[in-house]
């Protein structure tokens, strides 16, 4: 079931929820800018785990995979190329790739239940505390 609004009255503006809102649409329609075969968005500041344990490291990501048969049997092929450098220190993709969407779907979907519930959440929590909540569960996600 998909919620269409929700009914508990704020006592103060939700400036924070609507500055998240702002924020992640920002950076979503800027991600759907990216043009072909330019680093993606997702790829300069998105969290790749290997960067932010091992920052030193060269990271490579998948560019195409395929079957194909050997001696052996079927095999999975895996073509690599490195990653676009960080947009940031790797440390702060952990923050900045709380921003960053996978789809219209994924899009809609967090900025949909952001403005149903965060402004409730942000009314009981006030501004800051509610700032703090949002970028700590985002990180532990």
Do not use: K
Not at 38 to 67: D, K, N, Q, W, Y
Not at 119 to 132: A, I
């Amino acid at each position: 079931m998909i919620p269409l609004r929700d009914s508990i009255q704020t006592r103060r503006t939700p400036f924070v929820n609507y500055l998240l809102i702002s924020i992640c649409s920002v950076v979503f329609f800027l991600q759907l800018q990216t043009p072909e075969g330019a680093p993606t968005l997702v790829e300069r500041f998105g969290m790749i785990p290997a960067r932010v344990t091992e920052p030193g490291r060269p990271v490579e990501i998948p560019v195409s995979a395929e079957l194909i048969q050997t001696p052996r049997g079927i095999e999975r092929v895996v073509e690599m190329r490195p990653a676009a450098p960080s947009g940031v220190p790797p440390v702060f993709t952990l923050l900045t790739c709380i921003f960053l969407h996978g789809g219209w779907m994924h899009f809609l979907g967090n900025m949909w239940f952001l403005h149903i519930f965060g402004d409730n959440v942000e009314d009981r929590y006030g501004h800051f505390g509610y700032l703090l909540i949002y970028l700590t569960c985002g990180v532990a996600a």
